[in-house]
Nanobody, 114 residues
Framework: QVQLVESGGGLVQPGGSLRLSCAAS????????MAWYRQAPGKQRELVAG???????NYADSVKGRFTISKDYGKKTVYLQMNSLKPDDTAVYYC????????WGQGTQVTVSS
């Protein structure tokens, strides 16, 4: 069993920044994939950014150049730095980790509004 706990969401004005954190209960090097997804009201959950054990990182086209995924092995934590936020980034953001099966965090709300 793997627990993933997200934090860092909140309300921010357009153009602002937030950093989300995902703390894992196991070493993140044990996970074959770690990623951030988001789900806006009435929409399907979509991949925002992720990396695999081979070190390959990918981003959704809509966030390229604005969001950065990073990791701290010592803290067993994955981060999502979000800059130049737009109202369309408003969603619940979920952390995902894969080791044989897929694990999800509980989600953290990000609201971009003036």
């Amino acid at each position: 069993q793997v627990q993933l706990v997200e934090s860092g969401g909140g309300l921010v004005q357009p153009g602002g920044s937030l950093r989300l954190s995902c703390a894992a209960s196991i070493s993140i090097s044990s996970l074959t994939v770690m990623a951030w997804y988001r789900q806006a009201p009435g929409k399907q959950r979509e991949l925002v950014a992720g990396f695999n054990s081979a070190g390959i990182t990918n981003y959704a086209d809509s966030v390229k150049g604005r969001f950065t995924i990073s990791k701290d092995y010592g803290k067993k934590t994955v981060y999502l730095q979000m800059n130049s936020l737009k109202p369309d980034d408003t969603a619940v953001y979920y952390c995902n980790g894969v080791i044989s099966i897929s694990y999800w965090g509980q989600g953290t709300q990000v609201t971009v509004s003036s």
